[in-house]
């Protein structure tokens, strides 16, 4: 059975185990599961159906034990959270609840704090911004709307990846300006693997909306042409659904070399690293870090 995570942590560093070396970080960009729909605007509710919810519990149900588990979700919508919510709250089995990295907090305090319907007396669902729906899309979804697409999601998408022009004249998010908030929440993942001890394996899932998924394959999936990326949905086998993954295994050897793979429905790819970095960078001049005197 695993030891709880700050046990294992302060063993490993007091029998003086090298960081970064020997240790796996699976990164995984997880869809949020069904949420209420809107049915005349055709946009998503924020909360889960209970078909939603009950596809959360088991997919904590089936997730590997042989990782300690982090879960993030949206900071700005409470769907996603709910999401991560349901399936650490089916994860705390005898042996999941050892292996939960997340700090506890009380199903009270995490509603004062927004985090959503969250099973009570479950641990704390970290929170990022970059997770969080594209702002603008709405724009997109008018526009295709306009030109007679029809209002579900997987026909707006395939319409936004053939306009990108349009939808940069009409101030509507470009695909690499989404790909660049992912490649960015990515970092953690890495920074991660070189921190943790031997023996500490993380599985860090990050729940959050479909587009963004869709941006994010588009920048840096690498096929085994050797060509990046898609031009319609078709090519990757539609739409990412609610409650897909897409799964970055993050590995470093015994001298701290790190490879980095992408699985998405079954097959495994590259990933571009110099689109992957280029993204990062463009990242970091659109959100500079604010100097504090």
């Known amino acids: 059975m695993f030891k709880r995570f700050q046990e294992a942590y302060r063993e490993a560093r007091q029998e003086g185990r090298e960081r970064g070396k020997n240790v796996n970080v699976k990164f995984v960009f ?44 949206s900071r700005g919508v409470k769907r996603a959270r709910e999401s991560g919510g349901h399936m650490l709250g089916s994860f705390r089995d005898e042996a999941g ?30 929170r990022s911004g970059d997770l969080d729906p594209e702002k603008g899309f709405s724009i997109i979804r008018g526009a295709a709307r306009q030109e007679g697409v029809a209002k579900e999601l997987p026909a707006v998408v395939d319409w936004w990846l053939a306009n990108q022009n349009k939808t940069r004249d009409l101030g509507a998010p470009a695909l690499e300006d989404i790909a660049a908030e992912m490649a960015h929440r990515l970092t953690v993942g890495v920074n991660m693997s070189g921190k943790l001890y031997e023996g500490l394996d993380v599985r860090f899932e990050n729940l959050t909306h479909g587009p963004k998924l869709v941006a994010f394959l588009k920048e840096v999936l690498l096929k085994k042409d050797g060509t990046r990326g898609f031009e319609k949905l078709e090519e990757i086998g539609g739409m990412v659904k609610p409650g897909e993954a897409v799964e970055i295994d993050i590995k470093r050897d015994e001298k701290g070399r790190m490879d980095m793979k992408l699985k998405f429905r079954g097959k495994e790819y590259d990933i571009d690293q110099k689109r992957l970095l280029e993204l990062v960078d463009l990242y970091r001049q659109q959100h500079p870090v604010q100097n504090v005197e």
Not at 45 to 53: H, N, P, S
Not at 115 to 125: E, L, R
């Open 97 to 126: 609840a050892a292996a939960i990295v997340n700090r506890e907090m009380s199903g009270e305090q995490q509603e004062k704090m927004g985090h959503g319907k969250i099973p009570p007396g479950d641990v704390v669902i970290y």
């Open 30 to 73: 997880r869809r949020h599961e069904q949420p209420g729909i809107d049915e005349k605007a055709g946009t998503p509710m924020d909360f889960l159906t209970e078909a939603g919810v009950e596809l959360a519990k088991k997919t904590g149900r089936e997730l590997p034990q042989d990782a300690y588990l982090m879960v993030a979700g």
